[in-house]
């Protein structure tokens, strides 16, 4: 024990000779409340990891429904030589990129609604009167999940 613990010691035992002392009223009010404090902070600390664990599985499952790939129906190559072929109701006009993508093996039509503005930019012939509208349209892909051709719904 070194003379800083023995002047302490003796201090201690001086306050305890002058017999029981109360705290002043503030004083009680204040530990109590920062008792209560203390323990909802240790009860929340309880539950975070089950919080943290809740919100991880929703991000999760919020993730996986957003990635699920609509159901498509395969078409078959056959589809893919009409594009060009504007002579039927029921072709593909061809995209302008589609010609540098590579041969179409496996089709797919995928049912979308399209700004008819986005239609001219494709070089799909549609008046300027419905520009501001939007149509029901397939959109023929490719193996590679790039589009090849659209085909306006009638």
Do not use: C
């Not at 000779?17 to 909802?40: C, K, N, S, T, Y």
């Not at 699920?68 to 589809?79: F, I």
Request: hydrophobic content about 45%; overall charge negative; proline content about 6%.
């Amino acid at each position: 024990m070194n003379e800083n613990d023995r002047e302490l010691l003796r201090g201690l035992r001086a306050l305890a000779a002058d017999g029981v002392r109360e705290a002043p009223g503030g004083i009680e009010q204040q530990l109590r409340a920062e008792f209560r404090r203390h323990h909802l902070r240790r009860k929340m600390l309880r539950w975070t990891p089950a919080f943290s664990a809740a919100a991880a599985a929703g991000i999760v499952l919020i993730l996986w429904l957003h990635n699920e790939k609509p159901k498509t129906t395969p078409v078959s190559v056959a589809v893919a030589a009409q594009i060009g072929d504007e002579e039927s109701d029921t072709s593909f006009y061809p995209l302008p990129e589609a010609e540098a993508l590579p041969a179409v093996e496996n089709a797919t039509v995928v049912r979308v609604q399209l700004p008819v503005s986005s239609l001219q930019l494709m070089g799909v012939p549609v008046s300027e009167e419905r520009a501001d509208s939007s149509v029901e349209a397939d959109l023929l892909l490719g193996q590679d999940g790039l589009a090849r051709g659209v085909r306006l719904v009638q």
